[in-house]
């Protein structure tokens, strides 16, 4: 399982592309996209969706639903951005990884999860891979007052950036898996790129966990 990438349009095709020449011609599928919109937002005052687009490959590709892991306590939701009304060749723009300390269990509801600028997240290289280093180190990199970290990257710029904001669950049912919540994001004026606001978020997307099914008797 791979969490910690970005779920890329464009990565899918390269690697279905790069499928054809291990398959004869009868045995290649016919590439199709499923469409699912897992939220939206504002950037900027500008409309954004949440939309990621499964493909009919016969190998597994990134999960990008909620990942809440009951063994960790933490939660994990990957957010790709790109304007309204876009389609499977419209690029994301902008990436939110939502990286969040859940001790206490699953999401409460209706409460706001406070997200604090990082400088240590700020700091590392970008090859750093957040998602180990936060399950082992979450203490350090959580600022105080802090639930959680949102990492922001934008379209063509390799450096990411830590935003403030909050995340409110208003459903989380990890039976049914399913998840509802807002969100509103602010990096800081001090980002290099230029500063960016995101208001109205939404999200309503799938929930997987690492929970052992036990066998049915």
Not at 172 to 201: M, V
Request: proline share 6%.
């Amino acid at each position: 399982m791979n969490k910690k990438r970005f779920y890329l349009i464009g990565a899918v095709l390269l690697l279905g592309l790069g499928l054809t020449s291990c398959l004869k011609p009868s045995d290649t599928p016919e590439l199709h996209f499923t469409r699912e919109n897992l939220g939206s937002a504002k950037v900027n005052g500008k409309e954004f969706e949440h939309t990621v687009y499964l493909a009919n490959l016969p190998y597994r590709q990134n999960n990008p639903y909620f990942y809440y892991s009951e063994k960790h306590k933490v939660g994990y939701f990957p957010i790709y951005l790109s304007p309204k009304g876009g389609d499977v060749r419209t690029p994301t723009q902008y990436g939110v990884i939502l990286y969040l300390d859940l001790s206490k269990g699953v999401p409460e509801l209706n409460k706001p999860y406070e997200f604090k600028p990082t400088s240590l997240v700020n700091s590392l290289s970008p090859n750093q891979e957040l998602f180990s280093l936060f399950i082992k180190e979450r203490a350090k990199l959580l600022p105080e007052g802090a639930q959680g970290i949102a990492v922001v990257y934008r379209r063509g710029i390799i450096e990411r950036s830590t935003a403030e904001g909050s995340i409110t669950f208003t459903s989380f049912d990890t039976k049914k898996g399913t998840c509802t919540a807002t969100y509103q994001l602010k990096t800081t004026a001090q980002d290099k790129s230029g500063e960016l606001s995101f208001t109205d978020g939404m999200i309503n997307t799938k929930i997987y966990t690492d929970r052992k099914v036990e066998p049915k008797k």
